[in-house]
C-alpha cells in the first residue's frame, strides 16, 4: 500500500481499512503461532500497512 493511495483516501475509508488490518494481524498471528502459516513476512508487512494508516489518520487529523 502506497502513501499516496491512502492520503487521497478518506478518514471514514481509513478507520475501516484500518479495523480490517488489525484483524487480519490478529487472524495472522494466531495461525503462524499454530504453525499453519510459515511465511511470517506477511506480518510484517500488515504491521507496516497499519502504521501507514495511523500516520496518515494523524497527519489529517492535525492539518485541522
Known amino acids: 500500500m502506497k502513501m499516496k493511495e491512502l492520503r487521497v483516501k478518506s478518514e471514514?475509508?481509513?478507520?475501516?481499512?484500518?479495523?480490517?488490518?488489525?484483524e487480519q494481524l490478529r487472524d495472522l498471528s494466531f495461525k503462524i503461532h499454530s504453525?499453519?502459516?510459515?511465511?511470517?513476512?506477511?506480518?510484517?508487512?500488515v504491521k507496516k500497512d497499519i502504521a501507514r494508516i495511523l500516520t496518515v489518520i494523524n497527519s489529517k487529523t492535525y492539518a485541522k
Do not use: C, D, G
Not at 471514514?12 to 488489525?22: A, D, F, G
Not at 504453525?35 to 508487512?45: A, I, P, S, T
Open 12 to 22: 471514514k475509508e481509513l478507520r475501516r481499512q484500518l479495523s480490517s488490518l488489525r
Open 35 to 45: 504453525k499453519e502459516v510459515k511465511n511470517n513476512h506477511l506480518l510484517k508487512v
